[in-house]
Structure formats: structure tokens, C-alpha cells
């Protein structure tokens, strides 16, 4: 389920408990004692006469889970100052040429005649939209330079962009991608599994903490991602029943578990 305080309650009130597993540490003989089904069935049945509900252990979307990393996380990189003042500054202009695109028939052909592309305007309730709609900017940025999107946002009349703002945009690109790669990942429909969740978290780690040298501004968003992965993921390395899964899936590689504790 979702993390919805109405499903984590339900499941802590009505979820069983996780019966406790036992391995012989020999290689001694194992003695099984056959039992009378039915004699079993009867008795769970008294046991459970009171319970009118009983729900299997809780597993929390972890594509939900992944989305909060991205949105509540990342917010923790304005502890920094520098990084607030320049990313509410950047933020700010991309707010509004999104604004006038999307509210002005003139604007849009504005931004259509200069940069021959849409812009995307991001949806409050869909983070990836965010992330889109700032890589849209930025492609302007990469394939047309800086210049046509300053010109573009004097004619509508908007702030220009200053240097370290567009390398900003940039920066913010360049570190929001690969947790919109693992964000998909999670969440596809037909090709997500048990056992891809921890090596895509551990790919995730990697990759951020690669990415933190080449930085100038984006290190505390960088650094806030990580600790939101530690806190809200990092429970999960200790589990077998992930490890196991993780380790026998067939598309797996072994470069990607190299971080796990097997």
C-alpha cells in the first residue's frame, strides 16, 4: 500500500505477526513430525473466532516511499542557505515563464517562435512532472544556449536568468535524473519485481555520490537525497526475504549488489 497513515494503522492494528524462522547450524538429520490437517485448521479457526480481521504482513509502496525522498527530502537542502537564496531565486523565473506559457495564447506562441518547443507546466500532485519541466528548460538552455532563453524572457517581459542560475538548472538536472530513472523503475507496471528494489536503491547511492565532485551548487541536494534514502530505505538492507530476492533475480547484475550486505 501507499504510506497513507489510514493503511499503516490498519496493518499495525490487524497485520500477523512475522513467525520466527529456525536453521540448524549442523549438518544433522532433520526429523519432520506429520500432523492432522484438518485438527490444525480447526484450531486456527477457534483461535481466530474473535479477530474478524487478519491482514498478511504490511509492504509499503516503495515507489510512494521513493516519491517523498524526492519531494519532503529534498527540501532539507534549503538548511543551506546559499542553495535556498539561489534555488528560491531560480525557481522563481521558471515559475514564471511557466505561469505565462501556460495562462497567455501570445506567450505560448512567444515561446514556441523562439525556442520551437512547449514548455511542460509541472502538476503540484505529480513530482515527476517537476522534474520534466525543468529539464524541458534546460534543453533549451543546452541545445540553444542561454541567450535565446534571456531573450525569450525579455520579450514576455519576465527576470533574466543570471549565470549561476542556469548552471543551477543544470546542476538540479543532473542530480534529479537518475531518481526519476528509479522512480519509473519502481513504479512500471509489468517489469517491477521484489528484487529490483535494493539494487536500485543501491545504484541510486552510487550514482549520487559520484555525482556530489562535479558539483558547484547542488552538493546539500545531493546530500539531502541521500540521507532521505538512508532514513526511509536503509531498514531494508537487513532484510532476507529482499536480499534473497534480489540475488536470484535473473536481470540483476552483480556490479549492482557489490554495495549490499548479503
Not at 542530480?175 to 529490483?196: R, Y
Not at 543501491?202 to 532514513?231: C, M
Request: charged share 20%; with cysteine.
Amino acid at each position: 500500500t501507499d504510506n497513507g497513515s489510514n493503511f499503516v494503522k490498519a496493518f499495525n492494528k490487524f497485520a500477523e505477526e512475522p513467525k520466527p524462522t529456525h536453521s540448524t547450524q549442523d549438518n544433522s538429520v532433520i526429523e519432520f513430525t506429520f500432523s492432522n490437517l484438518d485438527k490444525i485448521m480447526a484450531d486456527d479457526d477457534n483461535k481466530n473466532s474473535n479477530r474478524l480481521y487478519c491482514l498478511p504482513p504490511h509492504h509499503r509502496c516503495c515507489a510512494h516511499t521513493m516519491n517523498l525522498v524526492a519531494v519532503a527530502d529534498a527540501e532539507a537542502a534549503n538548511t543551506d542557505a546559499h542553495y535556498k537564496s539561489l534555488s528560491r531565486a531560480t525557481f522563481g523565473k521558471r515559475a514564471g515563464l511557466w505561469n505565462k506559457s501556460s495562462r497567455s495564447p501570445l506567450a505560448a506562441e512567444a515561446v514556441i517562435s523562439a525556442t520551437q518547443k512547449t514548455l511542460i507546466v509541472p502538476n503540484s500532485t505529480i513530482w515527476n512532472s517537476f522534474y520534466f519541466a525543468v529539464a524541458k528548460i534546460n534543453s533549451i538552455i543546452e541545445n540553444q544556449t542561454d541567450s535565446v532563453l534571456n531573450s525569450l524572457c525579455e520579450k514576455l517581459g519576465l527576470p533574466l536568468f543570471r549565470p549561476n542560475e542556469v548552471i543551477f538548472v543544470s546542476e538540479y538536472v543532473t542530480v534529479m535524473h537518475p531518481v526519476a530513472k528509479s522512480l519509473d523503475t519502481l513504479q512500471a507496471e509489468t517489469q517491477c519485481f521484489m528484487g529490483i528494489l535494493l539494487p536500485t536503491i543501491a545504484s541510486l547511492r552510487t550514482w549520487l555520490d559520484q555525482l556530489k565532485v562535479t558539483l558547484r551548487y547542488a552538493v546539500p541536494l545531493a546530500n539531502a537525497l541521500l540521507a532521505g534514502l538512508n532514513r526511509r530505505f536503509g531498514h531494508l538492507e537487513q532484510r532476507k526475504d529482499l536480499l534473497q530476492a534480489s540475488v536470484s533475480h535473473p536481470h540483476v547484475l552483480t556490479c549492482e549488489l557489490s554495495s549490499l550486505q548479503c
